[in-house]
């Protein structure tokens, strides 16, 4: 959603990664829409599937490395049932989504270079540290706090919170493998 002056709302600074925050593929950045139209192909020739079931199978198939959003699934299915590719017939109220025989033919022709998305991606990028799921987890914690501790329980839990971000913003400031020296912590 973008506000008045057309920003998203989400900060970017070049030169930064932020595959790790978004559940994207690390060192690559956003994956490229080909990237979802061969696995959506690649899925579909095994079974049909619906869109949620699609964005599952992929989030799946990559150890939750990859995590493709509605907004990259849908519309990508909207292009392949207009070029015949695949059909999308109602079931039970949501859409299922097959793959035709120009569909298997497309992928079976060496011409059209479709190439498997997830073995681009290694088990070392699915074993990446995802920073959305830690994120999370404090702030259901904090909010916990928050909605059921006492006075001094939501101070303290604020002390907490402060230190964190102090600590956050000296990895980057001293980087990654100086900033967990002497914390005890080796993970």
């Not at 490395?65 to 699934?73: D, L, Q, T």
């Amino acid at each position: 959603m973008r506000n008045e002056r057309g920003h998203s709302g989400t900060r970017r600074f070049p030169g930064r990664d932020h595959s790790l925050l978004q559940g994207e593929r690390r060192g690559h950045g956003r994956v490229r829409r080909g990237d979802v139209r061969a696995a959506a192909l690649i899925l579909l020739a095994e079974q049909p599937m619906h869109g949620y079931q699609l964005m599952q199978a992929m989030t799946e198939r990559t150890g939750g490395a990859w995590r493709p959003s509605p907004g990259a699934i849908y519309p990508t299915i909207a292009q392949l049932e207009d070029e015949g590719l695949v059909t999308v017939a109602s079931d039970g109220g949501r859409k299922l989504v097959s793959l035709t025989d120009a569909g298997r033919a497309y992928l079976d022709d060496p011409e059209h270079e479709v190439t498997d998305p997830f073995a681009a991606i290694t088990e070392s990028d699915a074993a990446a540290p995802n920073l959305r799921t830690a994120i999370a987890e404090v702030h259901s914690a904090a909010k916990s706090v928050a909605i059921n501790g006492t006075h001094a329980q939501v101070a303290a839990a604020q002390s907490v919170l402060a230190e964190a971000r102090r600590a956050l913003y000296l990895i980057l400031a001293e980087g990654p493998s100086s900033a967990t020296e002497g914390t005890g912590d080796s993970s």
